[in-house]
């Protein structure tokens, strides 16, 4: 059980580029997320998904895409990287409790340390 | 909109010490709130949470926190600090079940536990 895995775990890029992320969770979670943490700022959300084939903006979608095809996996896309974007980025996944909605525990990938020349 | 607020960016105990990592809300309704910790170059790790029942939770690694409904708080505590806790904290909190409104979490409080 490998939990909650990040690919890749680091990655320079140059102003322009463009790079997916990946996150896997084998614990069959329903929900999934996209956080950023840079300094001073704590984690804040960039997009989430309630299940398979669904996504949601968070706090600071700008700039990133996400998809969610299948339950396990959910992506992160940067089509067009700017400097603004360097950060470390986490994905997370939870479980929905019968007849509660995000309540529960979130269990976080390793990060992804991404810098944009 | 629900917030959360750590007023402490960093706190110093020496260890064996007992240590409070602040943590203060706001959000409609009852809240359901979360610490989290994060080790260095790591992933943040679930600690503890409150979603009802008694105001004292414990959690992992003898951490505590107490949920204060009149003061909207959720202080994180340790009666007996270690270096090994040193570590950045964040607070987390929901609203209600309404729709699927997410966590929001605090810019976290970086604990330096001096042996």
């Known amino acids: 059980n490998a939990g909650v895995t990040q690919t890749p775990k680091f990655r320079v890029l140059k102003t322009g580029q463009s790079m997916t992320l990946l996150c896997a969770q084998d614990?069959?979670?329903?929900?999934m997320y996209w956080y950023r943490q840079d300094p001073g700022m704590g984690l804040r959300l960039i997009h989430y998904?309630?299940?398979?084939?669904?996504?949601a903006k968070g706090e600071v979608p700008d700039g990133y895409n996400v998809s969610r095809l299948k339950k396990q996996n959910f992506l992160l896309g940067l089509e067009s990287a700017a400097p603004s974007q360097t950060s470390v980025y986490f994905c997370?996944?939870?479980?929905?409790?019968?007849?509660?909605?995000?309540?529960?525990?979130?269990?976080f990938g390793p990060g992804t340390r991404l810098t944009v020349l | 909109a629900q917030s959360v607020a750590q007023p402490e960016d960093q706190v110093n105990v020496a260890e064996g010490n007992p240590l409070t990592v602040k943590c203060t809300y706001s959000?409609?309704?009852?809240?359901?709130l979360f610490w989290y910790v994060q080790y260095p170059n790591r992933g943040l790790q679930f600690l503890l949470k409150?979603?009802?029942?008694?105001?004292l939770v414990k959690g992992s690694y003898g951490f505590e926190a107490e949920f204060n409904k009149s003061q909207t708080s959720f202080h994180l505590k340790k009666p007996s600090a270690l270096v090994s806790d040193s570590a950045l904290y964040f607070c987390?909190?929901?609203?209600?079940?309404?729709?699927?409104?997410?966590?929001?979490f605090g810019k976290g409080t970086r604990l330096s536990v001096i042996a």
């Open positions: 987390a909190v929901r609203g209600p079940l309404t729709g699927n409104t997410p966590l929001v």
């Open positions: 959000v409609s309704g009852n809240p359901y």
């Open positions: 998904s309630v299940g398979e084939g669904t996504t």
């Open positions: 409150y979603i009802t029942g008694d105001n």
């Open positions: 997370a996944s939870s479980y929905r409790l019968a007849g509660v909605l995000m309540t529960d525990t979130q269990y």
């Open positions: 614990m069959n979670h329903e929900y």
